[in-house]
């Protein structure tokens, strides 16, 4: 695991725009979000500056394979949420993930939060069962409305051991 500062831009730049290429179907964010005019150093370096967050990416064989981050709920004082969690199609079933979550919680749990949410698409089976065995569970929350209009995300939650 490595964590990223601001300077660390152009490889999580790299990371985030080759998982919206590859994996369009798990993000609320969109390639073209993030290309174009979208695409600039300073929003970049913005990203990873989030106050009070954690920006990880591991690494397999000496390859950025991975990227998740940790920051503080917007709504709610005692959570903090898992975002922009990505794993390679190389990485995946290698424990990747699991480590990603593992650290994102115990960083979590360490900044003295109580519960650690997450929002994931409702057809992305393979991600809730990763989360589900992690001890992630439904919320009565409801998540970011899809552009089907009619779909929501899911918003999953586990209690943070202090």
Known sequence: MRTLRSDDWQLWRELRLTALAGAPYAFGSTLADWQGA???????????????ALDLVAVLDGTPVAMASG????????????????????????????????????WAAEEGYATLKLAVMPHNDAAIALYRRHGFTDTDEPGDLLDDGVSRELVLAKPLSR
Do not use: F, N
Not at 38 to 52: F, N, P, V
Not at 75 to 93: F, K, T
């Open 38 to 52: 979208g695409d600039r150093e300073d929003r970049w370096r913005s990203r990873l500056e989030i106050t009070g």
């Open 71 to 106: 920051v503080p709920s917007d709504g709610d004082p005692v959570a903090a949420e898992l975002i922009s969690m990505w794993v390679a199609p190389q990485a995946r079933g290698r424990g990747v993930g699991d480590g990603l979550i593992t650290e994102i919680a115990r």
